[in-house]
């Protein structure tokens, strides 16, 4: 018998803070990516440039908006790099769950879009909350299921497993899967 693999060829975009934190978002992305790709779940990293698009967010193209930012020549922010964030929201499109990061220690604008993105399409928002689930945003609560809300990165990865392996899926109101025939 074939085992259950429910979440196999989903495509999942990794959201979270990318400016303002010292690695660009990298780390977290880095560790969870070969768990995700051992369910055999399409990976869609920012940093990675998933879409073909001549702006990728990067240190250089945040050293510019540093930059822009400095010297008062704001206008530029937008018409050179207002791509980004059509790409980043155009992979929330694309996703078919999306796993956040928030780390109340990183104010985090773009990833509050991103999520309210996805929510508003009915898709899983899976949250970890890098301080623990009983210190995640109100908000959080209001608008998602507390189920999809974790203090940790491992209880994430035990919940996908579970979904992933689970042989009744009509249980998961959010999730939707493709026939495999």
């Known amino acids: 018998m074939d085992s259950i693999n ?22 977290w992305r880095q560790t969870i990516t070969p768990h995700l ?18 702006i990728i967010e990067n240190d250089d193209t ?4 540093d930059y822009y ?11 050179k790099f207002n791509s980004i964030r059509s790409a980043d929201l155009r992979c929330v499109d694309v996703s078919d769950f999306i796993i956040a990061h928030i780390d109340l220690q990183t104010h985090a604008c773009g990833t509050y879009e991103e999520i309210v993105t996805a929510n508003r399409q009915k898709k899983p928002v899976l949250i970890w909350c890098q301080q623990g689930k009983k210190q995640a945003p109100n908000w959080l609560f209001f608008m998602l ?22 042989p009744n899926t009509k249980s998961l109101k959010r999730w939707f899967f493709f026939n495999k025939k």
């Not at 429910?6 to 780390?27: C, E, F, I, Q």
């Not at 990976?43 to 073909?52: C, E, F, H, S, Y």
């Open 145 to 166: 299921p507390h189920e999809h809300i974790f203090s940790s990165m491992q209880e994430l990865l035990c919940y996908l497993n579970l979904v992933n392996t689970m």
């Open 6 to 27: 429910n979440l196999s060829y989903m495509r999942t975009y990794l959201v979270g803070a990318m400016d303002r934190v010292d690695d660009g978002g990298a780390t």
């Open 37 to 54: 790709v051992r369910m055999r779940i399409k990976v869609l990293d920012p940093r990675l440039q998933p879409i073909n698009n001549d």
């Open 62 to 65: 945040r050293q510019w908006i």
């Open 69 to 79: 930012k400095e010297t008062e020549q704001y206008d530029k922010i937008r018409q």
